[in-house]
């Protein structure tokens, strides 16, 4: 479908390219000063973003009910997709990113996301594999608003790592083939696309910050190990397969769900702010768009 609203420069669009764009011109008495140019923009016909409830962003207000998406996957329209669409202005615009996706609605479910990829498909953006290795699942079956130690309370680092073996690592070690395969898949659909993933980003600092967050510190940790190893597989499978990484891990150290005020970019298992438990809020939308805008320039 057409692109919808990405043609206005509003703030948010200048508040990103003041990011992502490098240099400055400083001002001094009685010399001439030069504003630094900006870096060539990249010219995009079609754009096509998927991915799981870490892109799609509701819902944070407003949804955009106008894209060609099942009703129940309609996406934030200040997700970091559409902050991208916005300031590179491509042709046309599609986000096909949906909550609780996993990498069968790529092809399959009720909104199949390569169904939007064309031979014209010049720009492709995917962040997806969390729900495929039960991250939010995990993330639940770590809340424990007990102290540690209370009777009748279990860690799930201990609960994951029962007899000698890790559950979640595991799955996500034999998971990542399937990146590989997803970016041979995209590249038959649509040949000259530049292909992008997109990391997640630090959900949970070390420690964490029980009870603020009722997650025990050793929980945090293996919660956020596990996010770290499936951000690291996903480079290293897509690298290997010819397309190109977006990391948010080293960008969000210190904006996420223990923060507070504005500089909490993840929303704790209680929100804060409109956006889903766990989640990027508005802020970690922008966040991540400035990441993947620097990326392509």
């Known amino acids: 479908m057409a692109l919808h609203g990405c043609h ?8 990103l390219r003041a990011l992502v764009v490098g240099g400055a011109a400083f001002v001094a008495v009685g010399t001439v000063t030069h504003a630094a140019a900006d870096p060539v923009e990249p010219e995009y016909l079609h754009y096509v973003a998927m991915g799981d409830s870490f892109t799609n962003g509701a819902p944070i207000p407003p949804l955009d009910v106008t894209q060609d998406s099942a009703l129940s996957c309609s996406p934030s329209a200040v997700n970091y997709p559409h902050l991208v669409a916005e ?3 491509p042709v046309r615009f599609d986000d096909r990113s949906c909550g609780g996706a996993r990498t069968a609605d790529l092809t399959g479910g009720a909104q199949p996301q390569y169904a939007a990829l064309t031979e014209d498909t010049d720009l492709v953006t995917v962040g997806i594999g969390g729900n495929d290795i039960g991250l939010v699942g995990l993330a639940n079956s770590c809340t424990n608003p007990f102290p540690e130690g209370t009777p009748g309370t279990v860690s799930c680092a201990e609960r994951a790592t029962a007899g000698g073996r890790d559950v979640y690592g595991e799955s996500i070690t034999a998971f990542a083939p ?3 395969e997803i970016v041979d898949e995209i590249r038959s659909a649509s040949p000259r696309a530049r292909i992008v993933f997109v990391g997640y980003p630090t959900g949970i600092r070390s420690g964490g910050c029980f009870p603020a967050q009722p997650i025990w510190p050793r929980d945090a940790d293996y919660l956020q190990d596990r996010i770290d190893q499936l951000t690291d597989v996903m480079r290293a499978s897509v690298t290997a397969a010819g397309a190109e990484f977006v990391s ?3 960008s ?3 904006h996420d769900a223990c923060a507070v005020g504005a500089d909490r970019w993840i929303e704790g298992l209680v929100p804060t702010d409109i956006a889903a438990p766990l989640h990027p809020n508005r802020a970690g939308h922008e966040n991540a768009a400035a990441q993947v805008l620097a990326a392509l320039r």
């Open 178 to 180: 399937r990146y590989g």
């Open 248 to 250: 948010l891990r080293e």
């Open 8 to 15: 206005s420069r509003g703030r948010r669009s200048r508040a």
């Open 87 to 89: 300031s590179l202005e």
């Open 252 to 254: 969000t150290v210190g």
